[in-house]
């Protein structure tokens, strides 16, 4: 559905922040961006609504060439949810807030009001929305940020470190929220450096790093790669390390292994074995 | 913008760097207020000949270069509507020297701000007598000056993405639009300077009347020399300027 | 009297209509390496703001109790007066580095306090080595990456001596790789002797240099003790805490009657004591 063919872009014309990014990903993926600071990771989902252009090489849309479209068509289809909410909040209801990206998008009346209370709903936002987005906290603007472009229903959605500064509990329910649009049938992209988080979610990983894509496949066999994990700036898993130590002494266990109930019957397996 | 480049600071190793800002500040000065004496085109070329080779010792001709071609379009434009607007008698020639004095001008402090780190411009004024907490603020400016351009930028993405057209419709609906930018901006700016404060106020700024300083500008014998041709130049000039007469190819000007 | 100590404290911000600490009592002695974790909003903040007199003294609002830093009371004393006993080292690193190069912002905490220059300058060269920054010497913050800005930060907030080093989520804006760089140079702080108090979401990668991990909910001390024994607790998941995997499979093995000696903090943790366990049933 979204395919990247040989993109790049250089800021300023002078500092190469994609060279030569080329992916596919298909309606209703579910798929983790991970590398290090600089890596390219945001410059590529501005690609995806049109933000950035790219200087060389296409962003197709179901096969159409993004080119086409402005950046608020684009926007319709795929919403890109920021990392610091501060940096869209600015009406002073949190209802308002939501309502006004619908109204810039060209929803009738009966529609954006529909929409607003539906996401309202879902992101548990209901009691709040009369209130000042600036008198809530971090996390609470973070749901309201998402919320205003979840109101969108786009068919994409992308978001841009969604975990920093979430404790255990938000990071869950922000998980579950994902894994509910997935169901729903769309495809959800995330950029971030959480790699429990990914392991749990994120069934692809595509690892950057200087602008270039260095592995795009199972998130088991991107992460337990200590070459890629080296490039990317990224860090083994503790399930991996696990699993890597336990290869060494009994060569029938995977060093691949990432998730706490693969280990668990290993070491119950290994332990009855004796 | 490009013009502006000629006044931005750039990190190079030169004669004009190494001199203390406070004698380069002298120069600057003198150099401009000399532009200022003259409105005959030879004087003023004669000024330039002096200033080139100045700004080429900072190795800078090439930004210096760049920033003049930026600003070609306002220098066009100043000739046209000087040369057709003008009362005076050689209105194209007028226009000329109206532009070399403009350049003179802009060159003459660009070799100041081309040479001078904002942390040495911070030091010289604290030097001066300028209080460290007022001296401090400029350098900070400096610092948080591209922060928040990129904040800005973020915005902009943010916004945009959630369909604000920021170069679509008429002039209202345009500054309609800039609501949805600087809100944001001045609440984010908000939040950053509580947070800056509280990290400086945790690093005891402020904290005792006798801040010490890691560096100390020092006055060198180059500095003084510099400031004294400074000076002796510039009273030469005055002199000639109001008690003697230029001699007539001095002021030569275009016949139109 | 321990090096820090909170008789009592409560705390309410200025415009807030609930307390952000509501009557702690705790006592870190000197080498300790504390660890903070807790939902969010649960007042680790303040905790952190408390230790180095940024609350009362910068934040105001409505006081109960005491807090005694190094025997001095966080009332009386400024926060500049505390400069010299407690660093703190914030979130966003950016916000941290106010000057425009490298040498200026570690000399900035001991210029405030009049040090001497040429002991600046020593302070500043041992720092610049210590922490690798070398190549960053002649760049603007704004040229730095997270990581490098961070380090910087912590290098300005070392320059000062501090006998406690507190670090309020330092790493959370940092990629993995940075972030095991900052938090491995905390940990060498604290070998040579520095006290530490660290607030960190992401126990996996913090518990196992910890000596004592404290679990907070809504402005009180709910849980203290070492990690090992905190993480077992069922507080954890009542309140919402992210426990490491190691300890998770540790937890699960145990409800399957399947007991390791100790409670394994980290991967490696793990297959050690597991491999003990075996070699031990075996021979």
Redo the contacts between chains.
Sequence with gaps: MIQLDDVHYAYDGLYPALRGVSLEIDEGESIAIM????AGKTTLL?HL?G?LRPQKGHVFLDGEDTSKY???QL?RQI??V?Q?P?????LDSVEKEIV??L????YDEEEVSDRCDRTLERLGLTHLSHRSP?SL???ERKRVALA??LAIEPRILALDEPT?????????RLAKMLDQMNEEGRTVIVVT?D??FVIEHFPRTLAMSEGIIVADGKTEAVLSNPTIVERC???V??????AQ??HQ?HPEVSPRLTQ??E??SE??R??GG? | MSFLEVFQYTRQDSVVHRLDPRSKLVMAIVLAMISLLFMNIVPLLILLSVLLPLIGLARSLQRWAKSMSGLSVLIVFIVIFNTLLSTVANPFSYSIALSLRLIALMSSFSLFFLTVHPDELSQALIQMGVKFEFAFAMSMAMRYVPTLGQEAYAIMDAQKARGVELDRGNILKRIRNIVPIIVPLIIVSIRRALSIAESMESRGFGACENRTYLEQLKFTRHDWALVLVSVVSFCFLVYVRFYLALPPWMSWGLPF | MALIEFNDFSFKYVGSDSLALKKVNLSVEAGEYVVVSGPSGCGKTTLCRAINGLVPQFHRGYIAGNVFVDSKSTRENSVADMAGITGLVFQNPSNQLVTLNVEKEIAFGPENLGVDPAEIRKRVEHLIHLLGLEHLREKHPHEMSGGEQQRVAMAATLALRPKILVADEPTSNLDPQSAEMILELIAEQNREGMTVVLVEHRLDVVAKDASRLILMNEGSVVADGPPEDVLLMDICQDIGIGIPKAVEVFKRLRSKDLHLPEVPMTGEDLVRIFREVVEHDSA
Excluded: C, Y
């Excluded at chain 1, 898993?237 to 696990?242: D, E, G, H, N, S």
């Design positions: 590398g290090s600071n600089g501005k609504n933000l402005s950046v608020a926007s919403g890109l920021w610091n501060d940096h869209q909040l600015f006004f990206g109204k810039n998008l060209g600036f906290s971090g996390g205003s472009v920093i500064g979430q404790d255990a509990r938000q990071k869950e450096h790699i429990e700036s990224l860090a898993p503790q399930m991996t390390i696990v130590g336990l002494l706490v109930n280990i668990e070491l119950i290994l332990a004796i």
